[in-house]
């Protein structure tokens, strides 16, 4: 009796797909995630290049908006992604020379031309699965950096 079950193979491959599909599927679910954040990273890094290219010439924003603001705008609507307003933050501060870096003398905005201006980024971005929402602390990840670039020395607006 014991030979015989020993001997039969109907549902081997049943046993073996529930042995490994929660393993395979909790590591497909783990690629998804970290794609999908890296994703909002790289968006939110191209953003903030293309808002900070804007704010460094100098343009006037349209009317009924700031220079700071527009810079918000453009850091959420370049990236690609849809990201959540609420969530963003962009912190510029301004520079009068290099050496005002290390020492942490800044001023608050985009500054003026031919100053360095800091932006510092924020985002609290959602998990794409639940098994993500488990893993981070208080079911978000963060996203923070910082892009410095020089203003051109341009003419400032009236």
């Known amino acids: 009796m014991v030979a015989r079950v020993l001997r039969d193979r109907r549902g081997v491959t049943a046993l073996e797909f529930a042995l490994i599909a929660p393993v395979f599927l909790t590591i497909m679910l783990l690629a998804m995630e970290a794609a999908w954040q890296l994703a909002i990273g790289a968006g939110l890094d191209h953003g903030t290049r293309l808002a900070a290219r804007w704010a460094a010439t100098g343009q006037a924003p349209p009317a009924g908006s700031s220079r ?3 810079v918000q705008r453009l850091v959420r609507e370049s990236a690609g992604l849809p990201i959540r307003p609420d969530r963003l933050t962009v912190t510029p501060e301004s520079f009068a020379a290099i050496g005002s870096l290390t020492s942490g003398v800044s001023t608050p905005g985009i500054g003026g031309p031919d100053q ?5 980024i924020e985002y609290l971005a959602d998990p794409l699965t639940p098994l993500g929402a488990g893993l981070l602390t208080g079911g978000m990840f963060r996203h923070a950096f910082a892009v410095i670039v020089r203003n051109e020395p341009y003419v400032p607006a009236p």
Not at 116 to 120: E, G, H, Q, S, V
């Open 116 to 120: 360095l201006t800091r932006y510092r």
């Open 68 to 70: 700071t603001l527009e």
